[in-house]
């Protein structure tokens, strides 16, 4: 017997079944009908939800892109952190959270043939990252932290290089999870952000121990 569930339920459910799905088989090798029998819905169910099997992607990168984006402001929000701390914290967040909704994203995105979730993921990061990170980098200017005349533009210009500098599509996974490479890329930062050398070596050791 088929379970009656609350639309929100019900489309959040089609949601991460599908990109349980991605994960495995890959977007393209994905079917709407694979989808239906994950769920055990009928075909006409899940297009009362979603037009397309690509219209369903682009809502699984909102809901994650909504949970990120609360974590991110929240943590922009802690009185008891100073700027330093809170760029450290925010960028930890954004890059090992640990939740299986993410995950599976991101097995997703690695999975050949799915260049449209990867192109998505980049935007959507850098969308997220900004906004935040460009608000902590102006109270960096206030607390004599960091010195930055354009923080926006310098908040795109480190996202944007990050993406690339760190995706073995790009370097080879030897390059792209280079430790070294990383702690390098972390003094670029505080140089084009006029912190205190040292500044972001705990960033450093944390994203370390995420790729190990």
């Given at each position: 017997?088929?379970?009656?569930?609350?639309?929100?339920?019900?489309?959040?459910?089609?949601?991460?079944?599908?990109?349980?799905?991605?994960?495995?088989?890959?977007?393209?090798?994905?079917?709407?009908?694979?989808?239906?029998?994950?769920?055990?819905?009928?075909?006409?169910?899940?297009?009362?939800?979603?037009?397309?099997?690509?219209?369903?992607?682009?809502?699984?990168?909102?809901?994650?892109?909504?949970?990120?984006?609360?974590?991110?402001?929240?943590?922009?929000?802690?009185?008891?952190?100073?700027?330093?701390?809170?760029?450290?914290k925010v960028?930890?967040?954004?890059?090992?959270?640990?939740?299986?909704?993410?995950?599976?994203?991101?097995?997703?995105?690695?999975?050949?043939?799915?260049?449209?979730?990867?192109?998505?993921?980049?935007?959507?990061?850098?969308?997220?990252?900004?906004?935040?990170?460009?608000?902590?980098?102006?109270?960096?200017?206030?607390?004599?932290?960091?010195?930055?005349?354009?923080?926006?533009?310098?908040?795109?210009?480190?996202?944007?290089?990050?993406?690339?500098?760190?995706?073995?599509?790009?370097?080879?996974?030897?390059?792209?999870?280079?430790?070294?490479?990383l702690q390098?890329?972390?003094?670029?930062?505080?140089?084009?952000?006029?912190?205190?050398?040292?500044?972001?070596?705990?960033?450093a050791v944390?994203?370390?121990?995420?790729?190990?």
């Amino acid at each position: 017997m088929r379970i009656v569930k609350e639309a929100d339920e019900r489309r959040e459910e089609i949601v991460n079944e599908a990109v349980r799905l991605f994960a495995e088989k890959g977007f393209r090798n994905t079917s709407v009908n694979d989808i239906l029998a994950a769920v055990n819905i009928a075909k006409g169910t899940f297009y009362y939800y979603f037009k397309s099997k690509e219209e369903l992607l682009d809502e699984a990168i909102e809901m994650y892109t909504r949970d990120l984006t609360a974590k991110l402001n929240g943590i922009g929000r802690e009185s008891d952190l100073n700027a330093v701390e809170k760029f450290i914290k925010v960028i930890v967040e954004a890059s090992c959270s640990d939740s299986l909704f993410k995950q599976r994203i991101v097995a997703a995105i690695h999975q050949e043939g799915n260049e449209l979730l990867h192109l998505k993921s980049l935007v959507v990061s850098v969308l997220c990252l900004v906004p935040v990170l460009t608000d902590i980098v102006e109270e960096g200017n206030e607390q004599g932290l960091c010195r930055v005349q354009f923080p926006k533009t310098t908040v795109e210009t480190l996202l944007i290089a990050a993406q690339f500098m760190f995706n073995d599509r790009f370097f080879t996974e030897e390059e792209s999870s280079s430790v070294l490479r990383l702690q390098e890329f972390l003094t670029v930062v505080e140089n084009m952000l006029n912190m205190e050398k040292g500044a972001l070596a705990p960033l450093a050791v944390a994203l370390a121990e995420a790729v190990e």
